[in-house]
């Protein structure tokens, strides 16, 4: 059996009138950077844009489920303590009085945060991760927690113990995953950005699948502080939001050295925002012929090649060239990330906190038991996997070999990067599955993240911008590559092939109440 989603204190008002409800939905149509300016200039206050996204919320959530938790509640009483502060001019931050919602895979002080998992169900953090409070230092104002799949294992978010999220663009698809709750809530329009984390492309392909922007930085920019680990070597936090500005405002936000993780960089240049030019020229864009092979959707295809045909006529140099090892990176990442989540998550057995079982005999049958119902059928095959080739006569075989394998996939990054600026290539091979359809195959699931793997190998910041959508009208993402801390590199080529088109919402998110198809 399923836990029950946890909702706190989602208790809503009379419905809106009609006038009310137009107001409502303008606001919803903001990005977040538009909306902090529309505050700070008195146009909006935040006690209303968080209103306008609880009224979004009860009329879109039922049916897609992107969240585990709402905190209607607190998040009211932040916002009208933020828009007191603005309005005393105590607060200029870029998101101040912003409603936000976070994976339910970072600490949340006195929130619920269970990784979409029944072993942390009743979790309650007496602290926040570093990229949550910073945050809040900005002005930022928590809406809830975002669904996932467990412990950030999936692609689709059809592993949550919650029960999955599904596709704002249309129902019968997934969102991506493991970010998909995210993703799926700034499509929705039941936020105006939020957090993910991407360990082998889980804010980056659910971007894809969602029609959003979704940026996974260089490892070691972002705090992992308060983020539960899942690979620890590949973990890294970024933003999912409607368009390039905010995305760049967001990670200037988040980004920040944290002596509190040993992973964490000291960056000199964070001004992600100086990047938001529309001037491509001369920029060196490299596309490898590797991810153009067998695999890969015509449809996407076309719009790929489309995107980066848009950037050469703004006066990019785009050529093709040979990447290699590309076949190398699945097997490499999944003997990694699951030699890593298996030691990570030892410290889930029912002791101190989350889950225990109720009838057992002894401590060991107490950790056996427990583990056994608490973790879901995906997380507990990559354990048994992590395990595996971490354990005696196995280790050089898998494990050391994977090493070996992820130095050589940076090196043919560096060697790529010692040309170009810019690495252009598809976020996903094909649109958004039908729900079912890859949890009845998980070899095709890995398969999904053949774009993405690569980047968090490396550890190369990586972005999903949408560029189309297929004859079902599903999004398509554009993935930019970049070298590591070479950010801007890859925020202006983003921000200048947006500005040829406009940020598209699915017909659900723009519908009012009754409306909906």
């Given at each position: ?146 669904n996932m799949d467990e412990f950030a294992m999936g692609s689709t978010t059809e592993t949550s113990a919650f029960g999955a999220t599904k596709n704002p663009w249309n129902e019968a698809h997934v969102p991506g995953g493991s ?206 996997l992590g395990s595996f080739v971490l354990s005696s006569g196995y280790y050089d075989a898998y494990y050391l070999k994977a090493l070996r394998t992820k130095a050589l996939i940076k090196k043919a990054f560096d060697k790529a ?101």
């Amino acid at each position: 059996m399923h836990p029950v989603r946890r909702t706190v204190c989602l208790s809503f008002r009379k419905p809106l009138n009609k006038n009310r409800k137009d107001i409502s939905m303008k606001i919803l149509d903001y990005t977040a950077v538009g909306l902090a300016k529309a505050i700070r200039n008195g146009e909006v206050t935040s006690p209303e844009a968080v209103q306008a996204v609880l009224t979004q919320i009860k009329e879109r959530e039922e049916s897609l489920h992107c969240y585990v938790t709402i905190d209607e509640e607190g998040a009211l009483r932040k916002a009208q303590e933020v828009q007191k502060k603005i309005e005393a001019g105590e607060l200029t931050g870029l998101l101040a009085g912003v409603p936000v919602a976070i994976k339910d895979n970072m600490c949340t002080e006195g929130m619920l945060t269970t990784c979409s998992s029944k072993i942390l169900g009743n979790f309650i953090p007496t602290f926040s991760s570093e990229a949550v409070l910073n945050l809040e230092k900005a002005g930022a104002v928590i809406l809830g927690k975002t669904n996932m799949d467990e412990f950030a294992m999936g692609s689709t978010t059809e592993t949550s113990a919650f029960g999955a999220t599904k596709n704002p663009w249309n129902e019968a698809h997934v969102p991506g995953g493991s970010s998909g709750g995210s993703a799926a809530a700034v499509a929705a329009k039941e936020c105006f950005f939020a957090l993910g984390s991407d360990t082998g492309g889980s804010i980056r392909q659910p971007a894809s699948y969602c029609g959003v922007v979704g940026m996974k930085p260089t490892y070691g920019t972002v705090s992992r502080y308060g983020l539960i680990a899942y690979g620890s070597s590949l973990d890294q936090i970024g933003p999912l939001c409607k368009d390039v500005t905010d995305c760049a405002t967001i990670l200037e936000v988040i980004a920040s050295h944290d002596p509190k993780d040993s992973t964490s960089v000291e960056r000199e240049e964070t001004d992600f925002t100086s990047a938001l030019v529309d001037d491509v020229q001369g920029m060196k864009i490299g596309i490898p012929r590797d991810y153009f092979g067998e695999g890969l959707d015509p449809e996407v295809k076309e719009a790929i090649l489309a995107a980066a045909k848009v950037l050469e006529e703004k006066g990019a140099i785009v050529e093709e060239f040979d990447l290699s090892l590309v076949e190398y990176a699945i097997p490499a990442y999944y003997v990694i990330a699951c030699a890593e989540a298996s030691s990570n998550l030892a410290r889930f057995d029912g002791v101190k906190y989350g889950y225990r079982a109720k009838d057992y005999e002894g401590l060991h049958n107490m950790y056996k038991k427990t583990r056994s119902e608490g973790f879901g059928a995906e997380v507990k095959r990559r354990i048994m996997l992590g395990s595996f080739v971490l354990s005696s006569g196995y280790y050089d075989a898998y494990y050391l070999k994977a090493l070996r394998t992820k130095a050589l996939i940076k090196k043919a990054f560096d060697k790529a990067f010692e040309k170009y600026d810019v690495i252009l290539g598809p976020a996903a091979p094909n649109t958004a599955p039908k729900i079912g359809d890859s949890l009845s195959d998980p070899l095709k699931m890995y398969l999904g993240d053949i774009y993405t793997i690569s980047v968090n190998l490396a550890g190369l910041p990586g972005m999903s911008v949408p560029c189309g959508r297929d004859a079902k009208g599903l999004p398509i993402g554009l993935q930019l590559i970049g070298d590591c801390f070479k950010e801007k590199n890859i925020i202006r080529a983003a921000y200048a092939y947006e500005q040829t088109r406009k940020y598209e919402a699915p017909k659900l998110a723009k519908t009012a109440e009754g409306e909906a198809k």
